[in-house]
């Protein structure tokens, strides 16, 4: 029926600007103590901006970890950019929120999961996903020794406490 108010939609707009409001306050204040974030992305989504050896490495899906070393991280409405350290060389990185396909701060055991759509667009959150600290795979962006996992989804259920 036309017309109906699609309540998916609406919690994950909502869902979506907590992740813009987590970031907002990293780019103004930093993370503090043992805060950090975990955020995978679609490497092959439109307006994504990677240097071309992340992009050759990580074809599908990326896991970037913002903690103790990230610059100029700027958050617009549809995107936000930041520079990490990749073989200790900075690089620039835009990532549009609607590539987002998972966030978290394990230091408050708070994650969020988004689908992409057929349409590649973001299609239902799952609010209820949290982490565990000790359970979840390193996957860092200073951590180029590991092979790429491309395709690989990371299920947050999989790291809620026991």
Not at 22 to 31: E, H, V
Not at 59 to 86: A, C, G, R, Y
């Amino acid at each position: 029926m036309d017309g109906e108010i699609n309540y998916n939609q609406l919690v994950e707009k909502a869902l979506m600007e907590v992740v813009r409001e987590s970031l907002r306050c990293a780019a103004k204040d930093g993370l503090v103590g043992q805060q950090h974030f975990y955020i995978t992305f679609k490497t092959n989504y439109p307006g994504i901006n990677l240097p071309a050896h992340l992009q050759e490495r990580y074809q599908d899906e990326m896991t970037i970890v913002l903690q103790h070393q990230f610059w100029n991280l700027t958050v617009e409405q549809n995107k936000f950019s930041l520079e990490l350290s990749f073989n200790h060389q900075r690089e620039l990185l835009e990532i549009p929120f609607d590539a987002v396909t998972a966030f978290a701060d394990p230091s408050v055991q708070f994650g969020l999961q988004f689908n992409l759509g057929p349409d590649d667009t973001l299609e239902t959150a799952d609010t209820t996903a949290t982490q565990n600290d000790e359970a979840l795979e390193d996957v860092s962006a200073s951590d180029e020794k590991e092979e790429p996992k491309a395709g690989e989804v990371i299920t947050l259920d999989a790291f809620r406490k026991k």
